[in-house]
């Protein structure tokens, strides 16, 4: 039986999030958890799926329209996703099933599509992500499209903060004060993204960690992490890379150098109040981003 397979990385948060001068951006980076999906001759999608995947049957269907191919194909094709990304902690866990959806119908149909275009493609279903883009950019969510494209991270391994509890980010993005608050910090998060850049572009951790710092608490006014400042100053004493939040979600990511102290780093959060609100601590390795066949 003829298969197709994508899968498709999540991330960790964002780097930074807010006005990079007059537009709205967005920069991630990627961990190894990820969306698989698999597209089979099957009993047809049309109508088959809950609410959740229906954005996925929805990107595959403009894929076939992309191709000329009539939608009615999908009445001969069945889509199954299995994923192991946390939903409702800001890990772009639907932006990854949309995308591993689209590389498995590519793969069943033999074709290739560039990443700045199936992201285009994508910000017409939902404000998407930049983890189809291997690099690290600045992305604009809402036009699907990379403003500035910056190179790779020099961290391998992140320690994931995970809570309990979930945030729906369609949500807090309709809520009326959003598009306020985000204004209010234009001034700080246009800065962070040339922090941020400088410090991919020159491997300068120091400038990445004040870009990151400035986002997450610049975003207080949006949502309020638990525990942020004092997560900073703990992450500063063990040595640490960075300090990244989901500014639409509820995890914390923790960059680790190479003198991080990983150990007590650990220690202290667990034998603290923070690890009642971060009941989940594990580490994940940082990957490029982009969408895999396997």
Partial sequence: MKKGYGTCPATCGELVQGYSNKTECISSYCIDVFSRAIVTEGAGMSNKYTKNK????????????????????????????????????????S??????????????LGEDMEPNLISKM?????????????????????????????????????LILEPAFKINTVRLRMRQDYYRCLSENKELTSQAFKKLKYGVENDNMESIRQACETSALANENI????????????????????????????????????????????????????????????????????????
Avoid at 95 to 108: F, Q
Wanted: glycine share 8%; proline share 2%.
């Fill in 223 to 294: 949502k309020s992490t638990p525990y942020l400042r004092e997560l900073i100053e703990l992450a500063r004493d063990c040595n640490y890379g960075f300090l990244n939040i989901s500014h639409t979600g509820s995890v914390v990511g923790i960059g680790l150098d190479t003198g991080t102290d990983i150990d007590r780093l650990v220690y202290e959060i667990r034998n603290s109040e923070i690890s009642k609100i971060y009941k989940r601590q594990y580490v994940k390795k940082v990957i490029d981003g982009g969408l895999r066949r396997r």
């Fill in 54 to 93: 229906k954005k996925s049957v929805e990107a595959i269907g403009q894929v076939l329209d992309f191709f000329d191919i009539d939608r009615s194909w999908m009445d001969k094709l069945s889509l199954s996703i299995r994923s192991n990304i946390p939903t409702g902690k800001g890990m772009a866990s």
């Fill in 122 to 158: 994508v910000a017409n279903i939902e404000p998407t992500d930049s983890i189809y883009n291997e690099n690290i950019c600045i992305f604009d969510p809402v036009k699907g499209q990379v403003v500035d494209e910056l190179g790779r991270l020099n961290i391998k391994k992140v």
């Fill in 95 to 108: 932006t990854a099933d949309i995308g591993a959806s689209i590389m498995a119908i590519l793969d069943y």
